[in-house]
């Protein structure tokens, strides 16, 4: 007989007492856990009992319960935050993946330092901060289109490939959503294989707009001129000049001069 824990994060935009009742009903867990702070999903997955963790939240709190997780457990998901990339992405009830490690910290399906992290500081850590819930759509769109216009410089180094402006790493073909949009930034990338990265050389706000053509119209970044790319890979070194914001499944990392970033190949099951 399998036995399930289940973790809640409460204050997901989409969970309510009533959601919550009706998951345990269907999972019927032997223990359901609800989170209190950022990061309590990480040590509630490391003691859950049973050959499954649920969780009942967004992919911030399912990120959490992934760097918790023991070996040999599978990770099911219940989606109730406001991307769900990884339940929008998966396409399957059960679906053996594997994850990247950047810095020593899993993640589902992306990773980045430049565009996404700064966005993701300003909107996640900032805003949501001081208002205490998710920004819109409508923000994560103006954000990201502010930061594009401003332009970046190459400001650091990827091992062996060459200088850029940024770096997106991606263990999925959809990097993220804007709202019922996928945005692909390395279309070849899959949850089964290693990481795949791409990392525009410089960033202007003409070249920038071509690169987001790239990436609405489905093509990605990887193959467009002034872009170093990589597909499938083990690992992939970068060396900032100066601190730069890290993020990986949508969570601020904090400020790093270097990141790794490493595959950890067939490394979990996610049931959905």
Known sequence: MTRRTLIVNPNASRVTDERIAEVVARLRPEETLRTAHPGHA?????????????????DG??????????????????????ANVVARS??????????????GRRFLFSAGIGVDSDVVRELETRRRAV?????????????????????????L??????RAAAVFVSNNDVFTYAG?????????????????????VSMTART??????????????????????GHDLDRIEVHCDVPLALQADGEDLGDVRE??????RDAVTILL
């Open 42 to 58: 990480t040590d509630l997955a490391r003691v859950a009992v049973g050959d499954e963790v649920w969780v009942l939240g967004g």
């Open 61 to 82: 709190v399912l990120n959490e319960a992934l760097n918790g997780l023991r070996g040999g457990v599978a990770l099911g998901v219940v989606p109730a935050g406001g």
């Open 90 to 103: 998966l396409g399957a009830r059960e679906r053996r993946i594997s994850v990247g490690r950047v810095n």
């Open 131 to 155: 208002r205490g819930r998710r920004s819109s759509d409508l923000e994560y769109a103006r954000a990201v289109v502010g930061n594009l216009l401003g332009g970046y410089e190459p400001r």
């Open 157 to 162: 180094e990827v091992a062996g490939m060459g």
């Open 180 to 200: 019922p949009l996928p945005l692909r930034f390395a279309p070849a990338a899959r949850f089964e294989l290693g990481l795949d990265v791409v990392a525009p």
């Open 208 to 229: 920038s707009a071509w690169l987001a053509f790239r990436v609405l119209s489905r093509r990605g970044l990887a193959g467009a001129g002034s872009v170093l790319a």
């Open 259 to 264: 990141a790794i970033f490493e595959a950890e």
